[in-house]
């Protein structure tokens, strides 16, 4: 997430059934040091956008590694 390489957070949880759901993983992006924009993209906006436009197939060879 610091290196901008994070689109989306997500979750299978559900309220009353699957107790971990996105709005703790919106208070720890805080305290990795996003900003509150960044946290409501990455765990609303971002996924909202993935389920509604799907996702396109990615070259996984261009992809930049991480060490």
Same mark, same amino acid.
């Given at each position: 997430m610091r290196n *901008? #390489?994070?689109y989306c #957070? %997500?979750?299978d *949880?559900?309220?009353g059934t699957r107790e971990?759901? #996105?709005q703790l993983g919106f208070h720890l992006l805080l305290a990795a *040091? %996003?900003?509150s924009a960044q946290a409501y993209r990455l765990t609303q906006s971002n996924p909202r956008f993935l389920l509604q436009? *799907?996702?396109t197939s990615l070259d996984l060879e261009a992809l930049p590694t991480v060490s």
């Open positions: *901008g #390489l994070v #957070l %997500a979750s *949880g559900h309220p971990h759901t #996105l *040091g %996003a900003s436009q *799907g996702i």
